[in-house]
């Protein structure tokens, strides 16, 4: 009942731009924090960064200076810009949010999870 589907994958050379979109929808009552976290081959997920529904944000080391998280609430949408894309970025990034939502039952708080895009960063 509730869904994030993310945006804005692709290839891009190193030292170039992307960003990314999840919009969350479904029966939604409140969203506390949203994020983004990638998964690059053979290896785990990871943060990459978050911020709440107060503007804090919070991001990896490997990103800080070339990462921006940044999120709309009106529209339940988390955007994440990447500059200066290095071949380590490479990975599927998927968005991440804290909420309470609806369900069959009542409502429920939990975590909820895109499905991901890629991004790939090669020259």
């Known amino acids: 009942q509730v869904q994030l589907v993310e945006s804005g994958g692709g290839l891009v050379q190193p030292g170039g731009s992307l960003r990314l979109s999840c919009a969350a929808s479904?029966?939604?009552?409140?969203?506390?924090?949203m994020g983004w976290y990638r998964q690059a081959p053979g290896k785990q997920r990871e943060l990459v960064a978050t911020?709440?529904?107060?503007?804090?944000?919070n991001y990896a080391d490997s990103v800080k200076g070339r990462v921006t998280i940044s999120r709309d609430n009106a529209k339940n949408t988390v955007y994440l810009q990447m500059n200066s894309l290095k071949p380590e970025d490479t990975g599927v990034y998927y968005c991440?949010?804290?909420?309470?939502?609806?369900?069959?039952?009542?409502?429920?708080?939990?975590?909820?999870w895109g499905q991901g895009t890629q991004v790939t960063v090669s020259s």
């Open positions: 991440a949010a804290n909420l309470l939502g609806g369900t069959d039952s009542g409502f429920k708080v939990g975590d909820y």
């Open positions: 479904g029966r939604i009552f409140a969203i506390y924090k």
């Open positions: 911020v709440t529904s107060g503007g804090s944000t």
